[in-house]
């Protein structure tokens, strides 16, 4: 049996990129940014008045001048005027272009107007004062996103700015989730007595979702081979496989032997964890014009399913597509005993304290206790090396809940 | 001029309800719920074998058995089966129903099967090992997720095992971004010397987004009749404006004039803080079977815009539809100064160390740097009371971007 992060490794390893596609600017949101955004040209791209009131030039004010005829308006998308007299002014909008000869603008605070004029009530002025000049933030060819970016409303602004109205990112892997198992009825179906409601697959559908996938489910019975079937028609159309179930040591775990025949490469079987340890992961090389596809078998115990998912499945995604995965932190906030060789997976609810993350234990029932999962934040990852967890120390978090 | 805290407080005195609504299981992913959600059976809903292995009674091994004869085969979704021989035992899989006359599975790692005979070496059992219990989890009519939660992956689960396909949860605001400003032209435009892009309005679709509100958006030209019209009739249509721009001392500044003389109450105009002063919030109260619209009129810069969404649309939304708003905290890294009286939000990247959420602030060239937002991850709310804002200090963060 190998360890967490000995699976980790294989499984980072197994990296692959689905291509990239081209969508609009609001489908752009939430995805995973594959080309270098670059200003087209300077930001702002002309000397921008930054409050309404009025344009003057420097040296008239230098000369002592307070009072200046008001000759027009600028007002923002207007062509740029030009101011002509020396003893004169324009009012200016915010937005808008500073006018020609004009090298200051005074805000509406500080001017009184009348009659067709302007005074000012202040005794000194900066060259350029209120004027947000051409290229200060950014100039034309400086690159504003760097590829591989996780699109939030910040880079939707700039994209826009920018005039991308088509986004180059990186294209989804398309995933199907397969439930076996023929104690499983549908959510809308009254189970008998020895059955229950199918749940992983749409648990595992939400985690994906929450990555921007979509994916779809099947159900597949305990029979080996409507499985072969099934599994090898989902070869042709999908490049991840997810299973919730049915590979560990029943009679009816069919899953490892029915993906071998299908001639997928088993890269471990077995993980030193609590929960997950049956977790099966292979790869189906791509050959004679086929697919290539990666698959993922879960353990069937909800909490299992639901922890794998979250430790193999979104590191890898996220490698695959190019973003950084980082790790979230959280400090442990009672004393925990574990004594098996494992990692063990610690359900906690987060707290904020002064800045610092808080992680407290949330006792559950077991890897089939589900409804644990609602009282809970995060899976806190306690090493196998340690079976004392003390409080107050620091351990990496599995988080599906924000604050 | 009211702080930003009198701000919020009056926008949270304004919070609405905009109905339910009920949808499908996937399509509750994200939304907040509206009904408390009891367990329609015991969890797990009966003896619930959680080992492969084979199922026994305590009092036969007690009695000194080692031997069994395997009766027959219980599988997950199988009827229960009955367990007839003292000397006897069932092979059990996992998620199968325990077998009637026996109280204990012993795991297959701990056992030799030859000849239709189960022999194990083990010493001990304990009454009922690996068999989880019916209702040990829950018991039925127990809550198992509470009214106002928003659903993630954890509740999509148990939602479908317990048979909801169909899910109450809070109606979304019908939203309209208004942009306007003849200075703005369209994303696939080339801008003229003296306009721009239209952005803040991608922008603030985003964020909404972010939250599961798809908003629309409208430009309306620096006219006073058709800001007028446009505007009336959003409010047949849409539960909150969001305006960005025309707010402040500009001579095209018409929002305040143009939603005044359409009957919008007028909450406050201008907050102490920077960037985002001239923010304008005012609610039109439903009458004469018209709707009731709430108005958060935006300054028009692009950081402006975008802190005073986080700052006061987002906790006014989450209110709104009953989710709690918890705030979040971050350690100052360099020290800071900043006089003016006026909460300052200051744009942050952030990074953990050790558990603790640090804010590292991020140089921009003021409110209309939209290119620095993509830098930074939140803004750190620093408090007008105070000028110097050392490091190691705790503020609250607007956060926009997850690690």
Redesign the interface.
Known sequence: MITVEEASKIIQSKIRSFGVEHVS??EA??RTLKETIC?D?D????N?V?M??IAVSASSFEKGLRTFTIEG?Q??????LVKKGIDSCI?V?????LPEGADVVI???QVDLENGKATVSITSVKHMQNV?LKG???KKGDV??NED??I??????????????AIKVAKQPTVVIIST????VE??????????????V??????L??LGITAETRHIG?DKSSLSNEIESCFEQYDVLLFS?AV??????FIPEVLDNLGVKKLFHKVKQRPGKPFWFGELQAANGGRQATVFAFP???VST?VNCLQYFYPWYKASIGVEV??????LKEDISFKPQMTYFLQVKLE?N?????AAPVT???????????K?DAFLILPMEQTEFKKGN?FPILR????
């Open positions: 600017l609001m949101h939430g200003a040209q930001f702002p791209p002309f921008r930054c309404d009131g308006i007002a923002a998308g207007s062509p740029q009012e909008m915010t937005g808008a272009v805000p509406y605070e947000h200060k933030d950014k504003l996103i970016t996780q939030t409303a910040a880079e939707i602004g700039v994209l826009a700015t920018v005039g991308k109205s198992g023929d104690e499983l959510v809308h179906e009254i189970p008998l007595a020895h059955q229950i409601r199918r749940s992983n749409y648990s595992l559908q939400s985690l979702l929450a305990d179930g560990s040591k029943g009679k009816f775990d069937g115990n909800p639901y980082k790790k979230e932190y959280a400090v904020q002064q800045g610092e993350i808080e559950g029932n077991g890897s089939g206790d589900l409804a644990n999962l609602v809970a620091v599906y809940r924000s604050f």
